[in-house]
């Protein structure tokens, strides 16, 4: 059987036709279960091979397409938090650092591949076969994202490859500008209006992250990310100790990454660091002190974590260390309890990103090859007993599966709250959740600036900024009401809100709460009450 339209049209439009009316009349059907009907009911039609879910869904009528996309929906965990995730990558530039362990073109030769990266990356294969233009990059993933079933309608956008901030600043702003039209499907004149126009556009750009290095999130650096509608950063910290920095010739320090840290939560940013474990220099006693550091030093705590494991790139100069036998990485069990014992002590506010990077196994000369690190670290905590408290752990869709949402359901939810230092200013951290059930439905971070915050916007001494809001969950079309399963839309973010707004005032003695909303946010804070305010939209209180 071939799978498209324009071969047997009529017996592909009957098949599906007649798998659409059976999932209709059968709510309750497992997903298992679902692959065996779409066999027989293809067979009746002499068809040799299961009828894909995009040509199903092709044939389905748009009340129809809204029952059945749940059974239908690859990946579902995609869009599970709330957002549908859309990486994009830079075309290959130098970057300023000389790190050992790093793979770029130094690890592909015969190709000009984004530094850090190996061009063999989705992300970088993606970027690669769209010639590296943002525009298309982004309009290529959306295609990807409906084929499978998958509403693109909240896109998180990050911008990935080496040091952006570092590369010729018209740059930056053309390839901003580039994914904003790719988001609002239409070529415009200047950022500024691309801006603009993603505000109201009929996708929306809930926010946008850029990598960089931690000598590259200096004040200028900060000011500039705000300036493109840049609320996350992710930080390539790897480390905390300056001996492994000069060891494997990363080119700054820890107070480089301390200072790096505290400008850019100052300014409202969420902070998402890149720690590597097993790095030259270091062993196990080390990597776990490393951990313990991060989240007992105030000047660190950062909000989300990505966990890279140093891996043995051909190429690199790690690799020859390497061969010489002057490097040898973790075994995958050593590895495994690592992560696993790390787990086990990330406070509350903390999220996990990713864990492990997206490198092909045939690439990795040495190190764990194992692409589902993160489900063997699960595993590992599950037989031991041990559980991870970190946020993604127990967001609702993903901690457990998605339930019905009644009543009794919705009055377990409550507010729970957590202060802290960091950055030399005041954390609060809050989040709805059913401890019951042991689910979070949405968060909030709020911040009380140090007395070194650099933005006009924030720097009285009686502004605090909300750094992240979010309601997770299976991502609910902005326009749409929820189902039986799904916590978005149900007024959480409202009520979070008039939280965060409360403590500023009583406790705090605020007179302004400002809010680093997604561009495309901008109008559900202006519903509240809130008015633009430089980078940020702000409210009077």
């Not at 409906?146 to 740059?171: A, N, P, R």
């Not at 990454?257 to 939560?265: G, Q």
Request: net charge positive; with cysteine.
């Amino acid at each position: 059987m071939v799978d498209a339209k324009s071969d047997f049209p009529e017996e592909i439009k009957r098949v599906s036709r007649e798998i659409i009316k059976f999932l209709i009349e059968n709510p309750h059907i497992s997903r298992k279960k679902i692959t065996n009907i779409k066999g027989k009911i293809g067979k009746k039609y002499n068809f040799k091979k299961v009828i894909k879910n995009a040509t199903i869904l092709d044939y389905a009528t748009p009340e129809e397409k809204e029952i059945i996309l749940p059974f239908l929906k690859r990946r579902s965990t995609r869009t599970l938090s709330g957002v549908s995730v859309i990486a994009i990558m830079t075309k290959p530039l130098p970057c300023p650092g000389t790190c050992i362990y790093c793979p770029g073109q130094s690890s592909q030769p015969g190709e000009k591949v984004a530094q850090s990266y190996t061009g063999r990356e989705p992300a970088a294969m993606r970027s690669i076969h769209n010639n590296y233009d943002p525009y298309e990059q982004v309009q290529s993933r959306i295609r990807d994202l409906e084929v499978i079933g998958h509403t693109v309608d909240k896109i998180e956008l990050i911008c990935m490859g080496g040091t952006f901030l570092s590369t010729d600043i018209q740059y930056q702003r053309a390839f901003i500008k580039g994914a904003l039209e790719g988001i609002i499907e239409q070529r415009v004149n200047t950022l500024e209006e691309a801006k603009k126009l993603a505000e109201t556009s009929k996708r929306r750009v809930i926010g946008i992250t850029i990598e960089t290095r931690p000598d590259y999130c200096k004040e200028n650096h900060v000011d500039r990310m705000l300036n493109y509608g840049t609320t996350r950063v992710e930080l390539g910290i790897q480390t905390i100790y300056d001996d492994i920095y000069d060891l494997v010739k990363r080119g700054h320090n820890s107070i480089d990454s301390i200072e790096a840290i505290r400008i850019a939560r100052d300014s409202g940013l969420k902070i998402n660091a890149h720690i590597m474990p097993n790095l030259p220099g270091s062993d196990y006693s080390k990597d776990i002190a490393l951990f313990d550091e991060l989240y007992s030093n105030p000047d660190y705590r950062p909000d989300m974590l990505k966990i890279y494991p140093t891996l043995v790139i051909n190429g690199t100069e790690l690799y020859e260390w390497w061969k010489k036998g002057k490097y040898s990485p973790y075994s995958d069990e050593k590895l495994i309890d690592l992560v696993a014992t790390v787990k086990k002590k990330l406070p509350p506010y903390v999220r996990i990103q990713r864990i492990m990077r997206d490198i092909p196994a045939t690439l990795i000369e040495a190190g764990c090859k194992n692409s589902n690190l993160r489900q063997l670290v699960q595993e590992k905590l599950k037989n031991s007993g041990g559980k991870c408290n970190c946020i993604r752990c127990r967001e609702y869709g993903i901690s457990t599966k998605n339930s019905v949402i009644d009543k009794s359901a919705l009055n377990e939810i409550k507010l729970y709250r957590q202060d802290y230092e960091a950055s030399m200013g005041t954390e609060v951290f809050l989040s709805y959740e059913n401890k019951k059930e042991g689910y979070l439905v949405g968060y909030l971070r709020l911040r009380k600036p140090s007395k070194c915050a650099h933005r006009p916007e924030l720097n009285n001494g009686r502004t605090l900024v909300v750094r992240e809001i979010k309601v997770v969950g299976e991502l609910v079309p902005r326009d749409m009401k929820p189902k039986f399963s799904q916590i978005q839309h149900r007024g959480f973010g409202k009520l979070l809100m008039k939280n965060a707004e409360k403590i500023s005032f009583d406790e705090f003695d605020a007179g302004k709460l400002a809010v680093i909303s997604g561009i495309g946010a901008r109008d559900w804070f202006y519903e509240l009450g809130y008015k633009l305010d430089g980078v940020y939209v702000s409210k009077t209180l």
